[in-house]
């Protein structure tokens, strides 16, 4: 059986000038091949578009060393590149076991902090210590700027001059809640638009309070759950744990 190409046409199947017979029985699966007579509509519908590309391969014929000596490349280079990727993962992890064993033993905190910064949120931003491990956690995840607000927040009502509030207000304001600031916090545009109407007329203390607040429950749901799960925090208890068994004993 010898079909012909307008049966392949609505396939997009690339059409060529040959057709193949298949036979059955003892001779099964195998081909033969056989050239086909073409109308002339079909000449210009599947012949002479073959034949154009045919030419434009042969001409290309040259160019094919060069992609087979790209793959020959990107396949030599490509374990050389996983295991250098490997070594560059394996260093950071290597550089963060150091880094986390340094902040431990520096703040060394006890077993009966540790509990409570694993089931009071608020005990552990009002901790010092509980501060710099979270921070240290927020800044892995590229998201320590809530906090840093926070904090910046919590300082701005210490200040006493007027003068010292006001800067400190629109540092605050540059730093982390103007559109597009270099450590832009995740505001709603409603609070946003408070805040800049308060500082253009006469801000009080608390211009920044409802903004610090959404922040605070922002991190309390999302990064403190994982804070908890993290290895720092299982390198936390684990040396507070130790440091307890070593008085106890």
């Known amino acids: 059986m010898k079909p012909k190409y307008s049966e392949f046409a609505n396939k997009n199947i690339m059409c060529c000038p040959f057709s193949f017979s298949a036979s059955c029985g003892e001779e099964a699966n195998t081909f033969t ?11 210009n519908t599947y012949q002479v578009p073959w034949e154009t590309q045919q030419k434009s391969i042969s001409k290309q014929q040259g160019k094919r060393l060069c992609l087979c000596w790209c793959c020959l490349c990107t396949c030599l280079c490509k374990p050389v590149s996983n295991r250098r990727n490997r070594r560059v993962s394996n260093n950071k992890m290597e550089r963060r076991a150091v880094c986390y064993k340094k902040l431990i033993s520096s703040l060394r905190p006890n077993i009966e902090k540790v509990q409570l910064w694993s089931k009071d949120f608020e005990a552990l931003l009002a901790d010092e210590d509980g501060r710099l491990l979270f921070e240290m956690f927020l800044r892995q995840e590229h998201s320590d700027e809530n906090l840093q607000f926070w904090i910046e927040v919590d300082r701005l009502k210490t200040l006493i001059k007027p003068q010292d509030k006001k800067a400190r207000m629109m540092h605050i304001y ?68 130790t440091a307890n068994v070593g008085k106890v004993s």
């Open 33 to 43: 091949f056989s050239k086909v007579i073409l109308s002339p509509e079909e000449t």
């Open 174 to 241: 540059f730093e982390f809640v103007r559109p597009l600031a270099e450590r832009e916090i995740n505001l709603s545009s409603t609070i946003r638009k408070k805040i800049e109407d308060e500082l253009s007329d006469n801000p009080s203390d608390t211009v920044f309070d409802v903004a610090q607040n959404q922040v605070s429950l922002l991190m309390f749901r999302q990064s403190y759950p994982r804070f908890l799960v993290s290895d720092l925090f299982n390198a936390v208890v684990q040396s507070a744990h």
